[in-house]
Nanobody, 120 residues
Framework: VQLQASGGGSVQAGGSLRLSCAAS????????MGWFRQAPDKEREFVAGINWSGATTYYLDLVKGRFTISRDNAKNTMYLLMDSLKPEDTAVYLCAARVNGDAMGPYEYWGQGTQVTVSS
């Protein structure tokens, strides 16, 4: 599985962005998928995850109610809609995929990151 993230950019606090993660290869619809982020001088953290069907989602407490993860298996694409952005959301956002169909657990495949910068 190869993953390509896009959609990052610079916005003011309170703004919105939608990230996309396009996957190539077989079996996208059977993979659990997730978004992670890494800010300068901080460890990478899990942001949101979605199971193979899209029926089950998970979120970092800090983003609950502001971020929405979704997927379109027909388009081999996962999304992260980020609303009410805060400066502390500034980070490189990475998408990842699991061989397993649920979203919790080790991720085997990683895409490159897309930068999100939120100014106050």
């Amino acid at each position: 599985v190869q993953l390509q993230a896009s959609g990052g950019g610079s916005v003011q606090a309170g703004g919105s962005l939608r990230l996309s993660c396009a996957a190539s290869g077989r079996n996208f619809s059977s993979n659990g998928m997730g978004w992670f982020r890494q800010a300068p001088d901080k460890e990478r953290e899990f942001v949101a995850g979605i199971n193979w069907s899209g029926a089950t989602t998970y979120y970092l407490d800090l983003v609950k109610g502001r971020f929405t993860i979704s997927r379109d298996n027909a388009k081999n694409t996962m999304y992260l809609l980020m609303d009410s952005l805060k400066p502390e959301d500034t980070a490189v956002y990475l998408c990842a995929a699991r061989v397993n169909g649920d979203a919790m657990g080790p991720y085997e495949y990683w895409g490159q990151g897309t930068q999100v910068t939120v100014s106050s």
